[in-house]
């Protein structure tokens, strides 16, 4: 079946230390979406990539689809402590998986 | 708000009892699929109906089962409960059938099953 593995599980970093966490599937994917789940709270969409090498930027947030569809990243510039949550990548395969998750922690 | 209700906020019960959760998508949404998230689980999906119907599923047990209504609201029924089903279960409802339509997530039931 669909296998999704996301890294790292936990991130830390200091307030304005950038962060990327990678989603990595074992076969080839049609899209991807990631959400931002904070703590407490549900997720929350944040985009999907389609195209092959795809990038896509919301303010600080960059999202990049590998050539090979088969991974994605997430990367955060100058960190905020608005960014604490955790991150997930989504794929759909005969069912839809959630990957692991990356937990982002942003110390003040 | 994502439009998304799930009732109840919070539940507690035993092992052995049976719950239902409630879900109401959002308007004009025809999909609704359940996810079970625990600790050492993350994020897993049970199940998806699409108007009425069910079209995928998951990770889900024998114990469990769900409907779709015709207003479209779903129930996720979890008998014989056990303490590893104390979870938080969510509902997330999308516009379509087919691909990866963006899902809306309800603020999900916390279960404790003592």
């Known amino acids: 079946g669909q296998q999704v593995m996301q890294i790292p599980q936990y991130q830390h970093v200091q307030e304005g230390e950038d962060f990327t966490t990678y989603c990595n599937s074992s076969t080839t994917l049609s899209n991807i979406q990631w959400y931002k789940q904070r703590p407490g709270g549900h997720p929350v969409f944040l985009i999907q990539?389609?195209?092959?090498?795809e990038v896509k930027k919301q303010k600080r947030l960059t999202f990049q689809f590998g050539e090979a569809k088969k991974n994605s990243s997430l990367h955060i510039t100058a960190t905020q402590t608005t960014d604490v949550g955790t991150y997930f990548c989504a794929v759909t395969g005969n069912q839809f998986y959630f990957g692991t998750g990356t937990s982002l922690t942003v110390i003040p | 708000d994502s439009g998304v209700t799930q009732t109840p906020k919070h539940l507690i019960t035993a092992t052995g009892q049976r719950v239902t959760l409630r879900c109401s998508p959002r308007?004009?949404?025809?999909?609704v699929y359940w996810y079970q998230q625990s600790l050492d689980q993350g994020l897993q999906f049970l199940i998806q109906?699409?108007?009425?119907?069910?079209?995928a599923k998951g990770n889900i047990l024998e114990r469990f089962s769900a409907q779709q209504f015709p207003d479209l609201h779903s129930e996720l029924n979890l008998s014989s409960l056990e303490l590893g089903d104390s979870a938080l279960y969510f509902c997330?409802?999308?516009?379509?059938?087919?691909?990866?339509?963006?899902?809306?997530f309800g603020p999900g039931t916390r279960l404790l099953v003592l």
């Open positions: 990539l389609v195209k092959s090498g």
């Open positions: 997330a409802s999308s516009t379509a059938l087919a691909g990866m339509e963006t899902q809306y």
């Open positions: 109906y699409y108007n009425g119907e069910e079209r």
């Open positions: 308007s004009g949404d025809l999909s």
